[in-house]
């Protein structure tokens, strides 16, 4: 069955003093999440379980993400999160360290249910 996307939301995150991709990510994450209220759900009475939720996390060193970690962090549907090269690393070279900066873009999908409907 074929999918149409219902939602796309944006956030952004970052862990200033511990270097911590997978933080930053979470973080990303949920601030797209605070960003969202979806209430088509109760109303049209269909189940969460049938959404799927496509996370894309950007930052400079995406194998430092641990993605499971990440999609654990979804309360609904079915979650799957990639990391990909984006975000942004500020050096601090006086204290030989990194403030890591995330970006996360959050998809939701149901299946396309179109046919099924017709107006009168």
Do not use: W
């Amino acid at each position: 069955m074929t999918e149409k996307r219902i939602i796309l939301e944006m956030g952004t995150g970052n862990d200033l003093y511990g270097q911590d991709y997978t933080k930053a990510a979470r973080r990303a994450v949920q601030d797209a999440l605070h960003h969202s209220s979806i209430t088509l759900f109760s109303k049209l009475g269909i189940d969460h379980a049938e959404m799927r939720v496509l996370v894309t996390i950007g930052v400079q060193d995406p194998s430092q993400v641990d993605c499971d970690l990440v999609a654990a962090d979804l309360p609904r549907g079915r979650a799957e999160v990639r990391a990909v090269k984006g975000g942004l690393d500020v050096e601090d070279t006086a204290a030989g360290t990194r403030h890591v900066v995330a970006t996360a873009a959050i998809e939701a999908f149901l299946p396309d249910l179109s046919g099924q409907y017709k107006l009168s």
